[in-house]
């Protein structure tokens, strides 16, 4: 069974001047990864509420993280011959995404594209309800991005299986 790949980032926060953390993604065999963003100098905003969600101190990602060109070529590894990747909030995500390659001085070798473009109308009718019985059936911790990652894949399998849909295959 082949599955899209769901990318998800988590960020410094929502507003101006936020940028990406941390980046994750479900891959199309059902393996999950995700790597730290180390900020760069001029990465100055950070929003504690958003702290509080995914628990990432802005410390833990300075020491932790991966130089931002190092994971935009990853990322081209990962998505390049695949071609596409899935967001459940494409807004955000492409935001993000297009910062981090901007200042990694690449351009994405993949497109992101917003989940929705998968879902059937019958998905989108039992997609909240089916996240967070998912949710509870595996115990998945919420706000970080490999993991977030996952509960879409998840997700997006149960719903075609409640719908009657196949993947394809």
């Not at 969600?53 to 190092?70: C, K």
């Not at 590894?77 to 899935?86: F, H, K, Q, S, V």
Request: charged share 25%; glycine share 8%.
């Amino acid at each position: 069974m082949t599955l899209p790949i769901l990318l998800d980032i988590e960020a410094s926060g929502f507003g101006r001047g936020s940028y990406p953390i941390e980046v994750g993604l479900a891959r199309a065999d059902a393996s999950s990864c995700a790597f730290l963003v180390q900020p760069l100098t001029e990465w100055v905003h950070w929003d504690p509420k958003a702290e509080l969600l995914h628990g990432l101190s802005r410390a833990r990602i300075e020491r932790e993280g991966y130089p931002v060109r190092q994971i935009a070529r990853w990322l081209n590894d990962e998505l390049g011959e695949a071609g596409i990747a899935y967001s459940d909030s494409w807004g955000y995500d492409n935001t993000w995404l297009s910062l981090l390659f901007h200042h990694a001085g690449m351009l994405p070798n993949f497109r992101l594209e917003t989940l929705r473009k998968l879902l059937s109308e019958a998905q989108v009718e039992c997609w909240t309800t089916t996240k967070e019985e998912v949710i509870l059936a595996h115990d998945i911790r919420r706000h970080r991005a490999g993991d977030d990652a996952h509960l879409l894949q998840l997700t997006y399998l149960r719903t075609l299986e409640l719908t009657g849909q196949s993947t394809g295959n």
